[in-house]
């Protein structure tokens, strides 16, 4: 019986190293800075092997690629903030054509892991209508400082300093605030903030309710074979709160969106396995003033505007064209 007692406690031990060894790395993996590709932004002085796409790559990843090199090879103006908390944050401001200004300005935001740069096809996107576009590198990514992301939570902060830079710097323009993803999530959290009155709507592209289980659907999507998902999902939870003194719940976009004092456009494909759809329905419905909910079916995560961009780009600039007006 001894016997038995003694193997079940190993077996608890390695359990509970496993579980913990995993959640780390997941942690490390998820909310650190790569330190073998700091800057996925495409610089064409130098070769960066790791954004090149290869044969079996997405269309989504050929095409963030190509507009990668589209957005770093214009003449833009580079421009900084600090952080609340001391960091230098930067980002690549593109002025519209004098002939085809429309006096607006897009801050584009974009998701984990990525830059700038890949959210490139967006920021031409708004380019190609007249806008003013920023487009910005979120803490721990890019060209911005810091070696830990937040998953949300302290970048709303830093999207809210941005707003603000704009504001004082283009006082006659409207403000879009545009995310992705993370980057969707991060813009979410801004909507009950005290934003320049300049701000006439924010738009998020499939960013997820809570940090927390987006990484439980990540370790599902990217991570089949891994075992006790649950379990490692609560060592990640465990592990953000003893590196950043607070719970990872923090990153949840349900209360700032149920007290949101700005229009919100949300889209989302129905076939995103990295986040549900249903968050996205879930927040629109929490909305309590002016919104919109896009569905875009059978669309996977971030794909929606390469799947029809006739009708992604119709229904961001009616969107916005009815927060103007009204």
């Not at 800057?39 to 990843?61: F, G, H, L, M, Q």
């Not at 002939?99 to 801050?107: M, Q, T």
């Not at 949840?252 to 007290?259: F, N, T």
């Amino acid at each position: 019986m001894k016997g038995f007692y003694k193997g079940l406690l190993a077996a608890t031990g390695l359990f509970a190293v496993y579980v913990a060894g995993t959640g780390a790395t997941v942690y490390a993996n998820a909310m650190r800075r790569p330190s073998s590709r700091p800057d996925r932004n495409y610089d064409p002085d130098e070769k960066k092997d790791y954004i090149v796409p290869t044969e079996k790559s997405s269309v989504y990843r050929q095409a963030a690629y190509n507009y990668n090199i589209w957005w770093n090879t214009r003449d833009r103006e580079t421009v900084e903030i600090v952080s609340t908390d001391g960091l230098r944050l930067r980002g690549g401001l593109l002025k519209a054509e004098e002939d085809r200004s429309v006096g607006r300005i897009a801050i584009v935001v974009h998701g984990h892991m990525c830059c700038a740069g890949e959210e490139g096809f967006i920021s031409k996107m708004f380019h190609d209508a007249g806008y003013d576009v920023l487009a910005v590198d979120q803490r721990a990514h890019g060209k911005s400082d810091g070696e830990t992301l937040t998953m949300g939570r302290l970048e709303a902060a830093d999207a809210v300093e941005w707003t603000r830079y704009v504001a004082d710097r283009f006082p006659g323009e409207k403000i879009v605030l545009y995310g992705a993803s993370m980057g969707g999530n991060t813009v979410l959290r801004t909507t009950d903030r005290s934003l320049p009155k300049q701000v006439v709507c924010v738009i998020d592209d499939c960013g997820y309710c809570r940090a927390d289980e987006s990484v439980l659907r990540s370790l599902r999507h990217d991570f089949s074979g891994l075992l006790f998902k649950g379990a490692v999902c609560a060592a990640c939870s465990v592990t953000y709160r003893i590196l950043q003194g607070e719970s990872i719940k923090k990153t949840d976009a349900a209360g700032p969106v149920s007290r949101a004092r700005v229009p919100v456009l949300f889209i989302h494909g129905t076939d995103d396995s990295i986040v549900d759809c249903s968050d996205s329905r879930k927040l629109y419905a929490l909305h309590p003033g002016k919104k919109k909910l896009v569905i875009f079916d059978g669309v996977k995560h971030n794909y929606s505007y390469f799947s029809d961009r006739k009708r992604y780009t119709r229904e961001v600039f009616d969107f916005i064209e009815s927060c103007c007006v009204s």
